[in-house]
DNA sequence: TATTGTTATACTCTATAACTATA
DNA sequence: TATAGTTATAGAGTATAACAATA
């Protein structure tokens, strides 16, 4: 498939290679090879998702870079906050409540347990699930992360203005 | 690896396996194999980066499904939104105002050429650099994929409401 | 028959590094 | 030497399907 790609690419390649006057002149001629910030963008402006998905990847970037110290990514954290907040859950029911995998929480519990913050207790009642725990060092170390999570809050509270931050928490309160 | 996880994970399970009296009764007992949704998450009401996170998966979702029958995802429309906007542009252009990876770009490029959308164009003053366009076709396609992106945004104004979605596109404008 | 945890597979996305051809 | 486009690879993340144990 990949070979297919290419050789239709290079085709077409060859097929445009029949140079034209350049409509590109019309922008300014500035913008061909320059990467400079005056791209129009107009077009995505009003689109919440665009919007919505560079904060996100700004936001993850900036957690992943304030707890690198601890080796806790977002979803990692998501986890343990929520068997800290309610310990004895099944493995079903924390992947519903996140909204991930089922299968992925089996890995994401694997790296956790080696880690010994997290354990798996047989169920006396269901012996098919599991009661998701925090251990000692998971407690322990989960009040550090909740540290380190409140600087990264700061951090967007800096980034997008404190009343803004409390405002976008407000509406996406259903998300949550 | 895989078996040296499965291995530490079952021993680690089966010496947890001594029963405890169950912390898990001080919740109301009632949330161990269930997945209700009054499972507490205080403790991650207040990050921004787990609404942002679900707001976002949403939102994909949602334009992923308005835009299914022209089988464009998001990503597909930015690119082909900032080429229509500026035609001409090089394709590291188009990675760093997208913050796209120029290696991803390459691919993307390449099935929106294959389904004759965009074409790269030499550069004439620049021989290492295309400059890209869209293509007759492609600029059809774009204007009825921005139809059904506008419905799509009709669809978060219902989720959220219309004065919240303006009030976010406003407080998330330095991201775009 | 349905559900839980698990394993496996595939596909998308991200992050790198290297290679080529140009500059 | 530096940059643009390309190729390749590895790691997350997502989406499925299937399986064994259990309900």
């Given at each position: 498939m990949a070979s297919q790609q290419k050789t239709s690419r290079k085709a077409a390649g060859t097929a445009a290679a029949?140079?034209?006057?350049?409509?590109?002149?019309?922008?300014?001629?500035?913008q061909g090879g320059d990467a400079g910030d005056?791209?129009?963008l107009d077009a995505l402006a009003g689109h919440a998702g665009y919007a919505v998905r560079r904060f996100q990847l700004w936001i993850f970037q900036d957690f992943i870079k304030t707890l690198a110290a601890a080796d806790i990514r977002p979803t990692q954290y998501s986890v343990m906050t929520v068997i800290g907040a309610?310990?004895?859950?099944s493995q079903m029911a924390v992947a519903k409540r996140l909204g991930i995998e089922r299968a992925r929480l089996v890995h994401l519990l694997d790296s956790l347990e080696e880690r010994d913050f997290v354990s798996r207790i047989p169920s006396a009642t269901d012996r098919r699930t599991h009661a998701l725990h925090l251990t000692a060092r998971g407690k322990t170390a989960l009040a550090q992360f909740k540290r380190l999570a409140a600087e990264h809050e700061r951090h967007v509270a800096e980034k997008i203005g404190k009343e803004n931050r409390e405002q976008l928490l407000q509406i996406l309160a259903c998300f949550t």
């Open positions: 029949i140079r034209r006057p350049r409509a590109r002149a019309a922008n300014g001629g500035a005056d791209i129009g309610n310990p004895g859950l």
